[in-house]
Nanobody, 120 residues
Framework: DVQLVESGGGLVQPGGSLRLSCAAT????????MSWVRQAPGKALERVST????????YYTDSVKGRFTISRDNAKNTLYLQLNSLKTEDTAMYYC??????????????WGQGTQVTVS
């Protein structure tokens, strides 16, 4: 089964930074696009950022553009999300997700357990 294990969340002050990591196992990581999805308390799921298989194509939701950076290391089977200039509204559970295929517009097929980011 696909395994996605997030780490790096925590409590940070506004303006601070965090780096989320997602260790991916039990599938061919380099063959799939990946996304970070978040859910704030009482709000809907939001796809924050997506990256294609080679890292050359990315997507960011408008509210994080210029502050967050998605990246991946296919040799280490790891997905990252650098969060800078954090705002209180970034507080959410952040999920690492695997997409169904190679392109960044595809549907999500698998989810990690999530890592909590709290900005306060």
């Amino acid at each position: 089964d696909v395994q996605l294990v997030e780490s790096g969340g925590g409590l940070v002050q506004p303006g601070g930074s965090l780096r989320l990591s997602c260790a991916a196992t039990e599938f061919a990581f380099s063959a799939f696009a990946m996304s970070w999805v978040r859910q704030a308390p009482g709000k809907a799921l939001e796809r924050v950022s997506t990256i294609n298989i080679g890292g050359g194509s990315t997507y960011y939701t408008d509210s994080v553009k210029g502050r967050f950076t998605i990246s991946r290391d296919n040799a280490k089977n790891t997905l990252y999300l650098q969060l800078n200039s954090l705002k209180t509204e970034d507080t959410a559970m952040y999920y690492c997700t695997k997409l169904l295929g190679m392109v960044i517009t595809g549907p999500i097929s698998d989810w990690g357990q999530g890592t909590q980011v709290t900005v306060s």
